[in-house]
T-cell receptor, first 111, second 113 residues
Framework: SQQGEEDPQALSIQEGENATMNCSYK?????LQWYRQNSGRGLVHLIL?????REKHSGRLRVTLDTSKKSSSLLITASRAADTASYFC???????????FGKGNQVVVIP | SQTIHQWPATLVQPVGSPLSLECTVE??????LYWYRQAAGRGLQLLFY??????ISSEVPQNLSASRPQDRQFILSSKKLLLSDSGFYLC????????????FGNGTRLTVT
């Protein structure tokens, strides 16, 4: 079954603004990962947060994880036009060899 | 580094024709390999995954099949394509177990007409 499901929103923001996306899931996880996909390309891994972590930073990315609410958020600060892409969360459930992806969030950053 | 080759990049096939998509990986041995499908505007649906040569797990019953004849080769096939098989097919690999990310190829855009 599909785990990891973003709020299915298309987000349009001005360059320099922050972009926030949310993701919820249903079962116990080892970790949660965020990926980025440019149009017509494969997905690229951005950041992984383990189930015992609450927040993680990587450059302009900030990820939070709330296991009690089974939810995560991805914040992109000071957005750039090059951040325009679809962003997916994926959950790595306990006992599995595979990731389950959500439907993705389209982000458009207007220069 | 981990490199994944997928071909062809685009494919247009008539309904009822066979399909063979190939994925090969470099730079690692004994990876977990995955086939995902992405329909337009949708998330990724896991089709098959493999933890080793000849070992295939199917996630969704349908007219597709997968094979892993070599450690670094993963093939997606169909004997007779359906219109609903159209989509963007992505191969991915995972090195190690547990907390490790997937690395994706650039995908094959399949249109069944």
């Amino acid at each position: 079954s599909q785990q990891g499901e973003e709020d299915p929103q298309a987000l349009s923001i001005q360059e320099g603004e922050n972009a926030t996306m949310n993701c919820s899931y249903k079962t116990s996880i080892n970790n949660l990962q965020w990926y980025r996909q440019n149009s017509g390309r494969g997905l690229v891994h951005l950041i992984l947060i383990r189930s015992n972590e609450r927040e993680k930073h990587s450059g302009r990315l900030r990820v939070t994880l709330d296991t009690s609410k089974k939810s995560s958020s991805l914040l992109i600060t000071a957005s750039r036009a090059a951040d325009t892409a679809s962003y997916f969360c994926a959950t790595d459930a306990k006992g599995n060899n595979r990731l389950a992806f959500g439907k993705g969030n389209q982000v458009v950053v207007i220069p | 580094s981990q490199t994944i080759h997928q071909w062809p990049a685009t494919l247009v096939q008539p309904v009822g024709s066979p399909l063979s998509l190939e994925c090969t990986v470099e730079g690692t041995s004994n990876p977990n390999l995955y086939w995902y499908r992405q329909a337009a505007g949708r998330g990724l649906q896991l089709l098959f995954y493999s933890v080793g040569i000849g070992q295939i797990s199917s996630e969704v019953p349908q007219n597709l099949s997968a094979s892993r004849p070599q450690d670094r080769q993963f093939i997606l096939s169909s004997k007779k394509l359906l219109l609903s098989d159209s989509g963007f097919y992505l191969c991915a690999q995972r090195v190690g177990r547990g907390n490790s990310p997937l690395h994706f190829g650039n995908g094959t855009r399949l249109t069944v007409t």
